[in-house]
């Protein structure tokens, strides 16, 4: 059915794309800062998991434009967009490249930094279940990674201005509104409730995995007596 305004982004979608993007630039700056702002960092890192979790169950269980399977960057989509060729919705391939790398990424900066250190006060909340050799190791490819994810950011931005400016397809108005002007093709389906409380339960035990809340308490250190004479 041929429409001149589809909806193109569900709300759940739309919520992560923006709450994500508070989270990273909140990431990067108190990880950059470092000092006081390192304990933040730990719990915006936190909630990143919980984010990336929701959005790979979304992926299976979201509406139509937000599941992987309809945006998949095979090798013959991408051809087909740098001929010029391509006419479909939502993530076109090279944009759906830089979602399935961003995820990847977050994820391996979320697991790096949950047994990470910083040789000073701050630990990862899976700290204790590594030797400290190795968490200097994740703690070094934690900070690589995270210069990889301000380029990969840089990048997003500026795709997103090359898009609005030179090819005139508004990308953010989409994302914020959901409705896609001027489209033809089928309005998102699929996403409902019980897929929303399935998505938000396993990114709820996410955060609680990560979180490290599940861990046996430290033994307290044993006191010697004192003595009576």
């Given at each position: 059915?041929?429409?001149?305004?589809?909806?193109?982004?569900?709300?759940?979608?739309?919520?992560?794309?923006?709450?994500?993007?508070?989270?990273?630039?909140?990431?990067?700056?108190?990880?950059?800062?470092?000092?006081?702002?390192?304990?933040?960092?730990?719990?915006?890192?936190?909630?990143?998991?919980?984010?990336?979790?929701?959005?790979?169950?979304?992926?299976?269980?979201?509406?139509?434009?937000?599941?992987?399977?309809?945006?998949?960057?095979?090798?013959?989509?991408?051809?087909?967009?740098?001929?010029?060729?391509?006419?479909?919705?939502?993530?076109?391939?090279?944009?759906?490249l830089s979602v399935f790398g961003l995820i990847f990424l977050l994820t391996a900066q979320?697991?790096?930094?949950?047994?990470?250190?910083?040789?000073?006060?701050?630990?990862?909340?899976?700290?204790?279940?590594?030797?400290?050799?190795?968490?200097?190791?994740?703690?070094?490819?934690?900070?690589?990674?995270?210069?990889?994810?301000?380029?990969?950011?840089?990048?997003?931005?500026?795709?997103?201005?090359?898009?609005?400016?030179?090819?005139?397809?508004?990308?953010?108005?989409?994302?914020?509104?959901?409705?896609?002007?001027?489209?033809?093709?089928?309005?998102?389906?699929?996403?409902?409730?019980?897929?929303?409380?399935?998505?938000?339960?396993?990114?709820?035990?996410?955060?609680y995995g990560a979180s490290g809340a599940w861990l046996p308490e430290p033994p307290l250190?044993?006191?010697?007596?004192?003595?009576?004479?």
């Amino acid at each position: 059915m041929n429409r001149q305004r589809i909806r193109l982004w569900d709300l759940p979608t739309r919520l992560f794309h923006w709450l994500l993007a508070l989270a990273v630039v909140a990431a990067i700056i108190s990880g950059q800062i470092g000092g006081k702002l390192i304990d933040l960092h730990g719990k915006i890192g936190l909630a990143i998991v919980g984010l990336v979790a929701f959005r790979i169950v979304w992926g299976f269980a979201g509406s139509t434009y937000a599941r992987f399977a309809q945006f998949f960057p095979t090798p013959g989509k991408i051809k087909t967009y740098l001929n010029g060729e391509w006419r479909g919705l939502g993530h076109n391939p090279l944009g759906a490249l830089s979602v399935f790398g961003l995820i990847f990424l977050l994820t391996a900066q979320t697991l790096t930094g949950l047994f990470a250190n910083d040789d000073i006060a701050f630990v990862g909340p899976l700290y204790d279940l590594i030797s400290k050799s190795l968490s200097n190791r994740l703690s070094g490819l934690h900070e690589l990674l995270s210069n990889i994810l301000i380029a990969l950011v840089v990048l997003h931005l500026a795709a997103i201005a090359v898009y609005g400016h030179v090819k005139k397809d508004k990308l953010i108005k989409p994302m914020l509104t959901g409705w896609k002007e001027g489209a033809t093709g089928e309005s998102a389906k699929g996403g409902g409730v019980l897929a929303l409380i399935v998505a938000l339960t396993i990114a709820g035990v996410a955060i609680y995995g990560a979180s490290g809340a599940w861990l046996p308490e430290p033994p307290l250190p044993q006191t010697m007596e004192t003595p009576s004479w």
